[in-house]
């Protein structure tokens, strides 16, 4: 399933999405690096396809040849067994 990004609303678009596609849930972009299937905020220059130009913001549309809409929902970010540092900080001084 195809979703966007930012608002995580299903993307109901059959083939290739271009540069001035938008979400109609949040009207975002979709041709963003975000929404990318090679899109990795761990990978170098955040993305795993070795021959893409540099794209400074991962939020804009682009022109990027190697967009390929990713097919699951995007990660929110990385889970962690450790509490956040702001909670650490208030139970020091409790």
């Known amino acids: 399933m195809q979703v966007c990004f930012n608002c995580r609303q299903g993307i109901d678009i059959a ?4 540069r001035r596609e938008v979400c109609s849930g949040c009207g975002k972009d979709l041709h963003v690096c975000r929404n990318c299937r090679f899109y990795d905020p761990q990978a170098y220059n955040a993305c795993h396809e070795p021959q893409a130009e540099r794209v400074i ?8 040849e190697y967009f ?13 067994a450790e509490p956040p540092a702001k909670e650490k900080l208030a139970a020091l001084f409790k």
Do not use: L, Q, V, Y
């Open 57 to 64: 913001d991962k939020d804009r549309g682009n022109f990027c």
């Open 68 to 80: 390929s809409f990713r097919e699951t929902a995007p990660e929110t970010g990385r889970p962690t």
């Open 15 to 18: 083939g290739k999405i271009g």
